[in-house]
């Protein structure tokens, strides 16, 4: 015949007890079920149930070869266990977050520095889609995979551009990856032919990269009104930068439907047809005036 038990609660914790003598019982299975969580623990020497507050937990001995099923619901409240108790355990983990920051400190300048703060005015017009600069001298490391790191910004404010998506090709086999909340990437170090893209940003295209990356993309609206100065400049260089759509279409400059289009599209924030900035410039850029 089998017995009874019972879950018998004290202020030093919670105890599976026989229902009879009011004994702990040892190493018997007790399942606990937080809302949709449910867990299987062991009782202990001393009959103890090891819980995990706080919350309304459902306690159930599902029974055994010597005892019937039992259960009980109880409450364990916010910091009941280690309430007016000094851990020793906490002071070296708060210790030892302590000496990571410590640690992590000087790299975290250093990528403040290379990065700089958020531009708050509209770079040159002459600022370059793409920059090259030296790769950051680094302690040789093993498993250090080698490759190309960059990041990807925004041209007109210099903010960081996430969720952009870089196709390329390794060895003629296509890869893809995409920036980090930071507008940081990787690439492999045998990456070549890479496109940058994100809807709403003029794609940029590096053939073969080379030391650490800075990538610039404009939108839309922005390519558009760089294009009409670069056909104000190349009609006229000295007041190229002073004039709106509006002033272009005013001073004759040709071909008048184009700007028309591009104070559409840079005004309007109409959407351009897939490659239609692109052959725009094709068609009036001097390929010297190409951005990089």
């Known amino acids: ?29 007790m399942e606990i079920r937080d809302g949709d969580r449910l867990w299987r623990v062991t009782t202990a020497a001393d009959g103890r149930i090891p819980v995990n507050g706080p919350g ?15 259960g009980a619901v109880t409450m ?3 910091a009941r266990a280690h309430q007016n108790r000094f851990s020793w355990k906490w002071l070296g983990l708060v210790a030892g977050l302590g000496l990571i920051l410590i640690a ?43 490759g190309f790191h960059g990041q990807v910004q925004v041209w007109e404010s ?14 003629s086999v296509p890869g893809r990856t995409e920036t980090d909340g930071e507008g940081r990437f990787f690439l492999p170090s045998t990456a070549v032919e890479i496109a940058f893209g994100r809807d709403g940003y003029h794609p940029v295209r ?5 030391g650490q990356i800075l990538v610039r993309m404009m939108s839309l609206p ?28 005013s001073a004759r400059i040709p071909p008048p439907e184009v700007i028309g289009r591009l104070e559409r599209l840079a005004y ?25």
């Open 104 to 146: 992590l400190f000087p790299v975290a300048r250093t990528r403040w520095r290379r990065f700089g703060k958020a531009k708050k005015e509209e770079p040159p017009e002459e600022a370059p889609e793409v920059e090259f600069n030296p790769p950051a001298s680094r302690t040789f490391v093993p498993w250090r995979k080698a």
């Open 56 to 70: 309304l937990l459902g306690l159930t001995h599902p029974g055994s070869e010597f005892y019937e099923p039992c």
């Open 1 to 29: 015949m089998k017995g009874r038990c019972r879950i018998h609660r004290v202020k030093d914790g919670i105890f599976l007890v026989d229902a009879a003598n009011q004994r702990p019982v040892a190493a018997l299975d």
């Open 222 to 249: 922005v390519r558009a009104l760089w294009l009409l100065r670069q056909i104000c400049r190349n009609y006229d260089r000295q007041r190229y930068a002073k004039l709106s759509p509006r002033q272009a279409l």
């Open 158 to 171: 210099g903010l960081p551009l996430a969720g952009v998506e870089i196709r390329y090709l390794e060895h």
């Open 268 to 292: 309007a924030r109409e959407t351009p047809e897939p490659g239609e900035i692109e052959r725009m410039e094709a068609a009036l850029t001097p390929e010297s005036e190409e951005p990089t």
């Open 206 to 210: 590096v053939p073969r990269p080379r």
């Open 76 to 78: 364990i409240p916010a």
